[in-house]
């Protein structure tokens, strides 16, 4: 006998028993859509709300516009900055005079000298000319020339050879009083050999990448970039790092300090003083690694000393850094060059 036609509800009934639910998919199709997207409108959401917070709590990033500092092989520095050149740190243009130094030219002749040597801490990463430590030292010390002697990256046995050719350039005419910069990271020594050998040959190069900036290396550089401009990104790969982990536990104190005598006797400056920089996460951790060395290297030296880390701690409630960055702002450099300028101006060896 032949079977009766199915009506709707068998109709339905059967699809579904097949695993076909054709009249349900058409009711859900919708939610699931508005759901999606109410869950990527949340997820953007979030991050939006993540960007500006990070930017009102940590601060806003720094572009790095090119060109960026140039350095090219140096027979007994490793390497050195191209003479009469700019480049930029951050957004700030920098000369580089005739004797691959930051800032104008040394003046030279009679009066009262000043020669601050150290390493990015004195160069002064991410701030203008005016901004920088040894500028600012200038404005306390009225009447003295300070000549910035500091290139990012260097340790002290290239600190010392900066020196020794600083003296020759100049006759030892430049140099009336030597502010000897250091920092925890000085007790790590540079290979200068190896530094020499890894750029020689290649011209001038970029600090940062040891290369030229061209071709695949500008795609990369400008990739980096367009990162470093999220807030929450960097805030992100800041976390990742921990400080302390970088500061040695057992340094070479001899090597340390019959360095800084070398340096004191290169410098044949009529005074040499030693400013010991503080870290900036130990103006007011006492427990953080780099103070125990800090308070070391003070102990150890004989002869004039600085470590303004009194007027830091009384100036500042927390590290007072560029964001993201980790060097000191301008404003700690202001603190610190009038600690140095009220010492050099107080006291002589």
């Known amino acids: 006998m032949a079977r009766a036609p199915m009506d709707a509800h ?22 699931r859509k508005r759901r999606r997207r109410r869950m990527i409108w949340i997820a953007l959401l979030v991050l939006v709300v993540a960007e500006v917070a990070a ?15 140039q350095v090219r092989a140096h027979p007994t520095c490793g390497w050195a900055m191209v003479p009469n050149s700019w480049h930029r740190t951050y957004a700030h243009k920098v000369k580089v005079n005739a004797f691959g ?13 000043v020669v601050v040597v150290g390493d990015t801490f004195v160069y002064g ?19 003295h020339a300070v000549v910035n002697a500091g290139v990012r990256g260097y340790s002290t046995n290239q ?31 540079t290979n200068i050999g190896a530094a020499h050998n890894r750029i020689e040959g290649r011209g001038d190069v970029a600090f940062d990448t040891r290369t030229k900036i061209e071709g695949w290396t500008w795609w990369k550089w400008q990739g980096r ?12 790969h800041e976390w990742r790092k921990t ?7 057992n340094p070479d104190w001899n090597r340390v300090i019959a360095q800084l005598e070398q340096a004191r006797a290169v410098s044949k400056s009529n005074r040499f003083v030693l400013f010991v920089v503080p870290h900036p996460l130990g103006i007011h951790d006492k427990n953080f690694p780099s103070r125990e060395l800090e308070q070391q290297l003070l102990a150890r030296w004989q002869g004039q000393k600085i470590y303004p880390l009194e007027p ?23 603190v610190m060059a009038q600690s140095v300028a009220h010492a050099l101006a107080t006291r002589s060896d």
């Open 10 to 31: 068998e109709l339905v009934g059967a699809d579904l028993n097949e695993g076909h639910p054709v009249g349900r998919a058409a009711n859900t199709t919708g939610p």
């Open 55 to 69: 930017r009102l709590l940590v601060g806003h990033p720094q572009a790095e516009p090119l060109p960026t500092l």
């Open 101 to 113: 130094l930051r800032g104008p030219e040394p003046v030279q002749g009679p009066g009262p000298k």
């Open 125 to 143: 990463l991410g701030l203008a000319d005016h901004e920088t430590f040894p500028a600012q030292l200038q404005t306390a010390m009225d009447g």
């Open 159 to 189: 600190e010392v050879a900066l020196l020794d050719e600083l003296q020759e350039q100049t006759d030892g005419d430049v140099i009336g009083i030597t502010v000897f910069c250091w920092q925890w990271d000085d007790l790590y020594e």
């Open 225 to 236: 970039e367009l990162l470093r401009r999220s807030a929450l990104l960097m805030t992100l």
């Open 243 to 249: 400080p302390a982990d970088q500061i040695p536990r």
């Open 312 to 334: 830091l701690r009384t100036a500042f409630s927390k590290p007072p850094v560029i964001p993201y960055d980790g060097h000191y702002a301008a404003e700690a450099m202001a």
